[in-house]
């Protein structure tokens, strides 16, 4: 059964939360790995914890499996505290990047495992595989062994012996690590498509932007053990909370200057001798105080004649990079900063409009960037 497409527990002030994080810090020796951690994730989320590498999103999804305890701080799961249950007792499952198959059995036999290591009849254990099976298409390979299948398909079986024993909830270690760009696509989809086939809740660990921003009902951006922004992957995207998060999430020009604040815009005082950037806000600053404005490069129109626009800049065209889809224009302004500008090349490119070392303007509408205090 999947999940409506109004699907947001979290902007139900009664709804009950599946997983609670209160207060969680976890210590190694001198190092503090999760810094006062507070987040809920709701039952049928796929969720996302995302940040570099060392920002704690492991250490997370590794208390949460019970391979490791907080130092502070509890963590619930449907309310009940999860510190005392040992990993094998706990509602559930964890899939490793690495699938941790085994290589001498079937493909039948490695989703029956954990079914058989906890004795349940044989007829259930056979109608349950071959649930799995089916859900994960997979049913023409189950007499295989791991190595006379591909990679996307052991991926596969990880997933089903995974979701064989029904856990409450299903944590994925970077998953998608070891398929190739184009088979990784194509399995975020159908990880999402048995997500809300089987309604499990499940919490995904991964540094890859697009992955999160694709698969997650909600993403965490982690920064240093701490959750910088929790939100939906659209409100993430086009309202940023820091300069953090707008760097971290997809392409962005960011543009610093002193604020002058006005009835529901922050005017931008960005170079001497230039206009003022102006962007719709109700940020409360200080006139003179450093802001920001985070503008992303598909918004931001280019144009030979000067436009008439809220914000607009003159430059001259530094570098173009042809991706296909879409073409990005590098611009330098007179006082030194690029900025990138994106069009899409909806007609088969015969010559470009603009090339290098043009005079050109850029011009983007007070909604189209962000303004932010850090």
């Known amino acids: 059964m999947s999940a409506p497409a109004d699907f947001a527990p979290w902007d139900d002030p009664g709804a009950r939360p599946l997983i609670r994080f209160d207060g969680v810090t976890k210590r190694f020796g001198d190092f503090t790995a999760i810094d006062n951690v507070d987040l809920d994730i709701f039952e049928r989320e796929f969720f996302a914890l995302l940040g570099p590498s060392g920002c704690g999103k492991t250490t997370l999804m590794r208390m949460l499996a ?31 990047q690495s699938y ?49 299948i591909s990679g996307g398909q052991r991926q596969r079986v990880a997933l089903a012996r995974c979701l ?49 921003m694709t698969v997650a009902s909600r993403v965490a951006v982690m920064d240093h053990g701490r959750l910088v922004q929790v939100a939906t992957p659209a409100a993430i995207y086009e309202t940023p909370n820091s300069t953090y998060v707008a760097d971290f999430i997809g392409d962005v020009n960011i543009i610093e200057g002193r604020a002058e604040p006005g009835d529901g815009v922050v005017g931008i005082a960005w170079a001497e001798g230039e206009p003022a950037l102006s962007g719709a806000s109700d940020l409360a600053v200080s006139k003179g105080a450093t802001v920001f404005m985070a503008v992303r490069p598909e918004k931001v129109r280019i144009s030979a ?25 590098h611009v330098e302004l007179p006082g030194g900063q690029v900025i990138k500008a994106q069009t899409a090349n909806t007609d088969r490119l015969s010559r470009r409009d603009f090339t290098w070392d043009d005079a050109v303007w850029l011009s983007w509408s007070e909604t189209a960037g962000v303004v932010l205090a850090r």
Do not use: W
Request: aromatic share 6%; net charge negative; no cysteine.
């Open 66 to 96: 019970g391979f490791e305890a907080p130092t502070e701080g509890t963590i619930e799961l449907d309310g009940q505290d999860i510190a005392p249950v040992p990993p094998n007792k706990r509602a559930t499952n964890m899939m490793f």
């Open 100 to 148: 941790a198959l085994f290589p001498h059995l079937s493909v039948r036999d490695n989703i029956a495992f954990g079914l058989q290591r906890e004795r349940l009849p044989k007829d259930r254990i056979a109608e349950r595989v071959d649930e799995m099976l089916k859900l994960v298409q997979l049913e023409p390979f189950a007499g295989r062994k791991p190595h006379q």
């Open 164 to 212: 064989a024993k029904a856990p409450k909830l299903l944590l994925l270690d970077e998953p998608l690590g070891a398929l190739d760009k184009k088979l990784r696509e194509e399995t975020q989809f159908e990880l999402m498509d048995i997500q809300e086939k089987t309604g499990t809740t499940f919490v995904i660990v991964t540094h890859d932007q697009e992955e999160a």
């Open 305 to 329: 004649e000067r436009p008439e626009a809220a914000n607009r800049v003159a430059g001259k065209v530094l570098d173009i990079a042809y991706l296909g889809n879409i073409s990005t224009y």
